[in-house]
């Protein structure tokens, strides 16, 4: 806490500090070692862990860092953050985000940006920004992020650490404020693939309380002992010409392949044909799942509620106007046009035809492959006001969408600094639904 409270006022990671539960559960391991039943603890035990702050802990606020919720406090835990505290994790608090997790940079945030601890005129990416800067500024070892279309990955690769998002399904998002519910899935930041496997080994598991989460058994830890060889890692040539993508982090991509190459992976080079249309497809699913989502603040269910008024309808409108930001407003008013009539036929419609494509390249793809080696973002850490055009903004997703939209597990893995910009690059590597293992074991071979 002395650390943080000395680092943060810099990046400005965090939006509320956990102390008394962090005491708290720090005693229960002083205890156990005292009574010698530490080894008998779990596989987070005494690990420093903080949340982004769409998830819920009981008694703090969870905010969205919206002010439409600044006066929420959780009655309840997530699933996600219930299983890291009963696997023996410290919880030291709640982290800044982009506004209901809209966003690549966490500039949407109503509570101040945070900023990249590598460059502190730089982005640290988005939305899970401060779940990122945290790590990566050594305030907390592992921290849950969550990721609609890259927002786990894209700040990983922006402040160099590793970055999980599971296959969809692996991680319940039970207690989990919904931005896009069938793209949202909850992963960590870490500084280790090793820790990231430890990290996934607490998170993944079915839970009652989410219908969408699986009973799947895999063992990350052994995974990232494994090694590659025999595994087949496919490159995407279409890939390498993507708008946008610099050329030191092309350079990085190339690194890694030829890494994995002389580690004894076999390379193949796969085509991913409806790529191109991810970005399209997903800023209209998105959007489309956003405005029902956030149908529920209102101010009376839920919500800040703008004072003084005197009958329902000007309640409701004031109070989302007032409480809500920019880019919320954005994809709220974008869903609601999306999904009007006449309209829903021509864009929600074909994009979910377009997103069966998609699923159905990755299908293909992987028959000649077990995992897929890709770029994470097209470059690295902007500066803050650097990209002001939202459609600009959304390009940076470009490798990281269709992930998302396929259901497919993803990761990033940082690959050093740039020959450029000397910032942190980061490589992704994706695998098949459910393989999630075959990620971790490349990812092992390239740290
Ligand atoms: N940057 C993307 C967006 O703004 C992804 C956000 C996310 O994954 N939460 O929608």
């Known amino acids: 806490f002395e650390h943080i409270a000395k680092a943060d006022e810099a990046v400005h990671a965090y939006l509320e500090l956990t102390e008394d539960m962090a005491y708290e559960a720090a005693d229960k391991i002083d205890a156990a070692v005292a009574d010698g039943t530490f080894s008998s603890m779990g596989p987070l035990a005494g690990v420093p862990v903080a949340f982004k702050d769409n998830m819920n802990l009981e008694g703090t606020h969870t905010t969205c860092s919206s002010k439409m919720l600044e006066n ?44 990249n601890p590598w460059d502190l005129e730089r982005v640290p990416g988005g939305s899970s920004g401060g779940s990122a800067a945290s790590v990566a500024a050594g305030m907390a070892c592992m921290t849950l992020g969550s990721d609609t279309g890259g927002s786990i990955r894209q700040p990983a690769s922006f402040c160099g650490i590793v970055g999980v998002k599971p296959t969809y399904g692996m991680v319940s998002r039970y207690g989990v404020v919904a931005f896009g519910s069938s793209l949202d899935q909850v992963g960590p930041f870490t500084r280790s693939v090793e820790d990231a496997a430890y990290a996934m080994q607490v998170l993944c598991g079915y839970d009652p309380l989410d219908c969408t989460s699986q009973h799947i058994e895999a063992d990350f830890v052994d995974a990232v002992k494994q090694g590659v060889e025999g595994i087949r890692i496919g490159v995407v040539p279409g890939f390498m010409n993507a708008p946008g993508l610099t050329p030191e982090v092309k350079e990085k991509v190339a690194e890694a392949a030829a890494k994995l190459e002389a580690a004894g992976a076999q390379i193949v080079e796969v085509d991913l044909p409806h790529a191109d249309a991810a970005i399209s497809a997903y800023y209209v699913l998105g959007p489309c799942e956003a405005f ?45 046009y999306l999904l009007s009539a006449g309209v829903y036929e021509k864009y929600y419609y074909p994009a979910q035809q377009v997103r069966r494509l998609i699923t159905q390249d990755y299908e293909r793809a992987y028959e000649q492959c077990d995992v897929i080696l890709a770029p994470t973002s097209p470059r690295t850490a902007f500066k803050f006001g650097e990209i002001g055009d939202p459609v600009e903004m959304h390009l940076s997703d470009i490798f990281t969408v269709s992930i998302n939209i396929a259901g497919n597990g993803g990761m990033n893995v ?11 690059v980061g490589v992704q590597l994706i695998c098949p639904q459910f393989k999630d293992v075959n990620m971790f074991r490349a990812a092992a071979a390239l740290e």
């Open 414 to 424: 940082p690959c050093g600094l740039g020959k450029d910009t000397g910032l942190p």
């Open 72 to 115: 929420y406090v959780s009655p309840y835990t997530a699933t996600c953050v219930a299983r890291c505290i009963e696997a023996g994790g410290i919880p030291l608090g709640k982290l800044n985000m982009d506004e209901f997790a809209f966003g690549s940079s966490t500039e949407t945030s109503a509570f101040g940006s945070t900023k």
């Open 292 to 336: 029902s989502n956030l149908a529920r603040f209102d101010s009376v269910r839920y919500g800040y509620c703008e004072p003084g008024l005197k009958d329902l309808g000007s309640q409701y409108e004031e109070s989302r106007a007032n409480g809500f930001g920019m880019e919320a407003k954005r994809r709220i008013m974008l869903g609601s």
